[in-house]
């Protein structure tokens, strides 16, 4: 069992930056792949970025690519997506999540094992 608290969301104007973060709890997590997930207001869920368990591989969507960075801290639980030059279509609820199957999925159809709750993120054009 894996539980996720997101933070360090909030309001930014365009161009600016934000740091989220993940704290996982319990001692796998560095079994688990992690990614970044966000929903916009009357939109489906979309993936943004992951990172492979060890954090030799990470995974962007197109529209995030070059601005956002995902990392991860495995001695502090903790994952992390760097979000710069944001845009107001980067507004939406961010979520975590944590998967341990074999590779990195990010297609939509798959659902991730973990979420959390999600933290808001709103860019003020």
């Known amino acids: 069992q894996v539980q996720l608290v997101e933070s360090g969301g909030g309001l930014v104007q365009a161009g600016g930056s934000l740091r989220l973060s993940c704290a996982a709890s319990?001692?796998?997590?560095?079994?688990?792949?992690m990614g970044w997930f966000r929903q916009a207001a009357g939109k489906e869920r979309e993936f943004v970025a992951a990172?492979?368990?060890?954090?030799?591989?990470?995974y962007y969507a197109d529209s995030v690519k070059g601005r956002f960075t995902i990392s991860r801290d495995n001695a502090k639980n903790t994952v992390y997506l760097q979000m710069n030059s944001l845009k107001p279509e980067d507004t939406a609820v961010y979520y975590c999540?944590?998967?341990?199957?074999?590779?990195?999925?990010?297609?939509?159809?798959?659902?991730?094992?973990?979420w959390g709750q999600g933290t808001q993120v709103t860019v003020s054009s």
């Open positions: 319990g001692r796998t997590f560095s079994s688990y792949h």
């Open positions: 990172i492979s368990w060890s954090g030799g591989k990470t």
């Open positions: 999540a944590a998967d341990s199957s074999l590779v990195v999925v990010t297609t939509p159809q798959y659902e991730w094992e973990y």
